[in-house]
């Protein structure tokens, strides 16, 4: 038998399994690669890799990546399933102890962004809370935090990448989050590795959150970041050509390979988070129209929302909107107001 054949029996690939098995727990799998790479498949979705003690390459941290934490995000998917496919067909060796997950199989079956409720508000604990408790995204939030918490070893460095699709297209096509973390700044390294990945705007949180990076980030010391790479696009319809940085910087990780020399004429965009902006239900407005792009901006004085109490406008110097989705219930992220950084464009 093959190595995929032993984690997903008849399954072609890692993808197929899951969307398979998406409303079920799959037994537990494993199996041991030419090089001496385990591999097991702990349930849907889930893998956990480690490389063979002679492979491993102490000073990597270890890598957690996920996907399809929204369902219908489906080219970081699809790229995380040709990584896979690749190590179990043994064209690389692993060098790092990894965590694969592919994150709410039910809502990437049926290509929606989440089944009950949106499963990246749901980490940090918040899906003890009502009224998410009992539903199947609360739980899957709690194994993913248990098995991230199980995966973190004390003594050894953290990264994860959370890996998404935007819902509108962007003036910034790439881009990633970094969760906010007091006194906390990016490392040269992570740059780096962004910059390997054709990501090129970093937007830098101003409060903690409830997102999978920020619980990866504030409860498990990890470096984390959100990554948005494209435009979400149903299974199929993505042009995995937008997606080769990504592809080949994860690649590159996961082998162990030393970084490439930065080129000299990329260099990372910082932004800031100004204001959040939330659903308050008191007669809620949000101004900023449904098909606007992400990093759209807006001079100072623009009236971006307002309820019967309160409103926001755009301060002293021109601010750009970041996921405007008016279609959120109460108490939810309606969109980011950001701010290009001093010394940046
Ligand atoms: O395009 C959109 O409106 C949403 C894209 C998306 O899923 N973004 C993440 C960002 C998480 C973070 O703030 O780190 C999300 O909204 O969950
Ligand atoms: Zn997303």
């Known amino acids: 038998m093959t190595p995929r054949q032993q984690l997903f029996g008849d399954h072609d690939d890692w993808l197929a399994h899951t969307l398979a098995n998406a409303d079920k727990s799959t037994q537990a799998a494993s199996t041991r690669l030419a090089d001496g790479c385990t591999v097991e498949l702990l349930d849907t979705g889930l893998l956990e890799l480690h490389p063979d003690q002679q492979s491993r390459h102490n000073d990597l941290p270890r890598l957690i990546v996920s996907a399809g934490v929204h369902g219908n995000e489906t080219a970081p998917i699809e790229v995380l399933n040709a990584l896979v496919s690749e190590l179990l067909d043994g064209q690389w060796s692993l060098a790092c102890p990894a965590l694969l997950i592919l994150g709410n199989p039910p809502a990437m079956a049926r290509g929606e962004r989440f089944i009950d409720f949106n499963l990246n508000r749901l980490f940090a604990g918040a899906h003890q809370k009502r009224p998410y408790h009992d539903t199947p995204e609360a739980a899957r939030a709690s194994q993913l935090e248990r098995l991230c918490r199980q995966f973190a070893a004390a003594s050894e460095a953290l990264v994860h990448y959370d890996l998404h699709t935007a819902i509108r297209p962007s003036e910034r096509e790439k881009f990633a989050l970094y969760p906010f973390v007091p006194e906390r700044q990016v490392p040269p390294e992570q740059c780096a590795f962004l910059l390997e990945a054709e990501v090129d705007t970093l937007l830098l949180q101003h409060k903690t959150g ?76 949000f101004h900023v129209p449904d098909d606007v792009a992400n ?11 307002e309820d019967d109490r309160n409103q926001y406008q755009v301060g002293e110097s021109p601010e750009a909107i970041v996921f405007p989705n008016r279609d959120v219930p109460v108490g939810q992220r309606v969109g980011l107001m950001v701010r290009a950084r001093p010394d940046a464009d």
Do not use: C, M
């Open 210 to 285: 409830t997102t999978f990076s920020s619980f990866s980030s504030v409860d498990l010391g990890a470096e984390s970041f959100t990554i948005e790479l494209g435009k979400v696009q149903p299974f199929g319809h993505n042009d995995l050509s937008r997606f080769q940085g990504i592809h080949r910087a994860l690649r590159r990780l996961l082998r162990g390979e030393p970084a490439p020399e930065p080129a000299a004429d990329r260099q990372l965009t910082e932004f800031e988070v100004v204001h959040e902006i939330i659903n308050s239900g008191n007669q809620f407005r």
């Open 295 to 305: 990093f759209t901006r807006y001079p100072p004085g623009t009236v971006i929302w």
